[in-house]
């Protein structure tokens, strides 16, 4: 495939740009641990490469790989297998997940939710307006009764991924907030902390714990990824993930920069650098 095929796109965040390969964006849900069925529906939309050519995914770049979902307690759930997913044939004749675990999911998607309801107006203010939410995972009824063993997995199955995509939403969010805040607690969490009516106690814990939304260090990989721009040469240490395909980076920018035109173009790789790269064509800016 010829690199002019491999569109990548820049725009800018208060102090952050997002560089992002977008065509063939789908390839970040693979190697996640969790199968793609080509029958799903958020997965069918990310095929459509004009759409994703806007930018309505970016946030899968904070998609995490299989083995940090598998260690961290808040989603671990999520890589449960096919086979093994927590479904119960009830005394009707009727399939449901095992009550237990349909109220952890349950309250994980309400929580997941209304965490990034109430950061993506503080921190997430210039992200593309075109961006595309995940369905809710109750949107596969996973939460419902099945006449089948098989159409319940299906369901739970589907609603795992669309779990992914909001987990991806709000470490979205908090890493925009911890670049540019080294306060403790962060400004993330004081707006969560004081959010009215107030989280549990345990959600608060849960989630100031949890790697996977909170920690963007080399410690929890990811699909994508996050490069801290305050490293002088920073690109010039890339030059193997650059040879990766579609690999979508975030760019952080120390505090106190303002993004122009200018400036993102000037701190973006030389062309005598991109062109030795197969996955990466001139950048634009938007």
Not at 218 to 227: F, S
Not at 232 to 253: H, Q
């Amino acid at each position: 495939m010829s690199t002019k095929q491999h569109l990548t796109q820049v725009f800018w965040h208060e102090h952050c740009v997002i560089l992002t390969n977008i065509n063939k964006s789908v390839e970040l849900l693979e190697g996640s641990g969790l199968e793609v069925s080509q029958d799903e529906r958020f997965h069918l939309s990310l095929l459509n490469k004009r759409i994703w050519g806007r930018d309505n995914f970016w946030y899968l770049a904070f998609l995490p790989k299989f083995p940090s979902l598998a260690r961290d307690p808040l989603f671990k759930p999520l890589v449960t297998p096919f086979d093994h997913l927590p479904i119960v044939l009830r005394q009707d004749g009727l399939y449901v997940m095992k009550p237990s675990i349909l109220d952890q999911w349950l309250q994980l998607e309400f929580y997941l939710v209304a965490t990034y309801n109430l950061l993506k107006e503080k921190f997430l203010p210039l992200a593309p307006l075109q961006t595309v939410l995940p369905p809710y995972p109750q949107s596969t009824n996973f939460h419902h009764t099945h006449e089948t063993d098989e159409a319940a997995r299906r369901a739970a199955h589907r609603a795992r991924r669309l779990f992914l995509g909001w987990l991806c939403l709000v470490a979205a969010a908090i890493s925009a907030s911890a670049k540019l805040d080294e306060r403790s607690p962060p400004a993330w969490y004081r707006i969560i902390a004081q959010a009215e009516p107030p989280f549990p106690p345990f959600w608060l814990d849960q989630i100031t714990s949890s790697p996977i939304l909170t920690d963007f260090s080399a410690t929890c990989p990811r699909r994508g990824l996050v490069v801290n721009m305050c490293t002088e040469w920073a690109f010039l240490e890339m030059e193997d993930l650059f040879r990766v395909p579609y690999l979508p980076i975030w760019l952080c920018f120390p505090h106190g920069v303002a993004i122009s035109h200018r400036l993102a173009k000037q701190l973006m790789p030389a062309q005598s650098f991109l062109s030795i790269m197969p996955s990466i064509s001139k950048p634009t800016v938007l």
